[in-house]
């Protein structure tokens, strides 16, 4: 399925932090004492209090007014938005003004568990080791490369790239500090070097909307080649070395066409390759792992099909490898003269594996079927071998299979060599390799092992660690939750319906008129942590993001007395008007994810748990909230209501803090140091909201 939008979210962790309880309870205790002399001595500033306007909206007799519907601006430029965004910046900034000297610790501990000058595990790439550096003090990477000595080759996995005076210099093709210096938010995208390895393509983000600008640029001294490439998605690949295949977003930001751009020539003659019409399927851009074909994938939420561009002659004009039917989808890999395909649909659900030759298509072999308890999750094709991701009882296995040589007939699966891991449970995810190479490179960590590179070499089954990462993104291990643990958390991870853990069923059963289960297992596993003595009522905080912020807005509402401190980021809160909203980023293709509130059955199931029409008159815990105003996924308009309505109905004293960053969007900001400010931030509001400012364990 294509991970696009808001539900893409829906599979991140959902986090809750609890002081432990036996010996936590005597420093609480003394803790408090001292926190609240602190805070005595405060000016507490008011609150800023949102106009009410009336918006009222009709559907299948149900009246709503949404009074808070005017701090909807598309074009972030009305002043009196602007202003109210401003005054809820300022009033959260004085409200935690009193964490300042801890947000400075906290972010001092943050930075220094970052080994700030680092370099990635050089990967193979022709006759260059390609690689990415970060600098002492410096907030963006280096894009880099060195020639290798013995040349094109499928190298080794004891291979270490040799540095020194009389090893080939190093080539930095791109610098991206040099001009995030020039813009407030920097994100690269694609980053694409040309076949020849003359030229490099990127893709620039400057706001945070996910729109990007495409540069070519010569890798020997970084001039520009060219006019740059404008309103980009983020999928970008070379045909050859003078052609470049791209992707463009419709009004709503739906990636909907596919594009042939000769370099030197006026992007206004590029030649259109597909355009998906229909608004609820989003386009997306791959090149095989054999660099012989691009697949241009055309998917909504239940449905995906494939068309491939040989790039033996990229002139030439799409064709599909597999077609569009309704409830079936396809992912397509390359080797040879055949197609890999997983196949997914209302059936085998967990997806089966089949192989074709590339001229006869309809000619299919499978290769593993269908398994109602283990779930195909991704292929990754080898010039002499196939790499299969499986999910089984929640944890992802790898397996090796043998292939034939190129050229012969693909009957079956040789038995394949599973890798084994150490850790009971873990994650493991799969990193580019080379596909002429016998290695298979792929990523491992788990809840105390940072994530690690490791080279398998596939003719021996030998696994080499090559690096273990300094810090990392989640689910897995990650170091921002040291700053927790240290001061005496637990720390806890709740895979709930509506995730893919646990198989296609557990998802599915988390979606659509089953969406409430989503909420329901969270609570469960709230009140579990409590039954089993792992925290209290006052000290268990929660936190989300994105989908995940609407679970935490929907929980809120559900079960506001089993938590201290909720975290809210970026959060889908206003489900029903969102949904309803054909002209809003993303929603098309999520009414088969959420369903199409245009269906009555769907509009009162949204309404009976969407966060900003359930919100109550009671008591809530101590919430925080956060926004982009350059957000495409979820509009800064929608925690900015929520906010607004839990300012007027909720009946505590307890802190409701917003923070709307104006130069950030869905992934908040861009450099690496500023994300370990926000992270010192989130921190500090959950430390402050239990009374421990203080501490430090």
Known sequence: MLQIGRAASWA??????????????????????????????????????????????????????????????????????????????????????????????????????????????????????????TLEGKQYKQHCRQLIVGGEGPGSVNEVMKTGPDEPVEEVVFDENVEAEKHEYYHIGAFKVSPNHKMIAYAEDTKGDEIYTVYVIDAQNGELIGSPLMGIADSLEWADSETLVYITMDDIHRPFKVWRHHLGSDQSDDTCLYHEKDEEFYLELHQSESKEYHFVVSGSKTTQFVLYLNLSDPRKELKYVTQR?????????????????????????????????????????????????????????????????????????????????????????????????????????????????????????????????????????????????????????????????????????????????????????GKLLKKKNTFTDFIACAEYLLKNQFGSKEKICIDGRSAGGLLIGAVLNMRPDLFKAAVAGVPFVDVVTTMLDSSIPLTTAEWEEWGDPREEKFYFYMKSYSPVDNVQSQNYPNILVTAGLNDPRVLYSEPAKYVAKLREKKTDNNLLLFKCDFGAGHSSKSGRFDILEEDAFRIAFVLKSLDLISCRA
């Open 12 to 133: 991140l962790d959902f986090r809750f932090l609890s002081r432990k309880q036996p010996s936590i309870q005597r420093r609480t205790v003394a803790l408090s004492k001292s926190s609240a002399s602190h805070t005595s001595n405060m000016t507490i500033p008011t609150p800023p209090i949102g106009e009410k306007v009336d918006h009222i909206m009709e559907m299948f007799g149900d009246v709503r007014n949404d009074q808070y519907y005017w701090l909807r601006d598309d074009s972030r430029s009305n002043p009196k938005v602007l202003s109210h965004l401003q005054q809820e910046n300022v009033y959260t900034n004085a409200v935690m003004a009193d964490t300042r000297q801890l947000q400075e610790e906290l972010y001092n501990e943050l930075r220094g568990r970052i080994q700030e000058a680092d370099m990635t595990v050089p990967l193979r790439k022709g006759t260059y080791f390609y690689y990415e550096k």
């Open 325 to 509: 039917v309704e409830g079936v989808d396809t992912v397509v890999s390359h080797r040879g003269n055949h197609f890999f395909i997983k196949r997914r649909s209302e059936e085998i659900f967990n997806s089966e594996l089949l192989v074709c030759p590339i001229d006869d298509l309809t000619a299919t072999t499978m290769l593993l079927p269908h398994r109602p308890s283990i779930k195909l999750q991704e292929l990754q094709a080898f010039k002499d071998y196939l790499v299969v991701y499986e999910r089984e009882n929640g944890l992802v296995k790898v397996t090796i299979y043998h292939l034939p040589p190129a050229g012969e007939p693909i009957k079956s699966l040789s038995s394949g060599q599973t890798i084994q891991f150490i850790d009971p449970i873990y994650s493991v995810s799969p990193v580019e390799s080379q596909f002429n190479s016998h290695i298979l490179r792929y990523e491992y960590g788990s809840l105390h092992t940072p994530p690690s590179i490791y080279d398998y070499d596939m003719n021996i089954g030998k696994s080499v660690l090559k690096k273990v990462e300094p810090i990392c993104i989640e689910p897995d291990f990650r170091a921002t939750r040291l700053s927790l643990i240290d001061r005496g958390f637990v720390y806890a991870i709740a895979h709930i319906r509506g995730g893919g853990e646990m198989g296609r069923k557990w998802y599915e059963d």
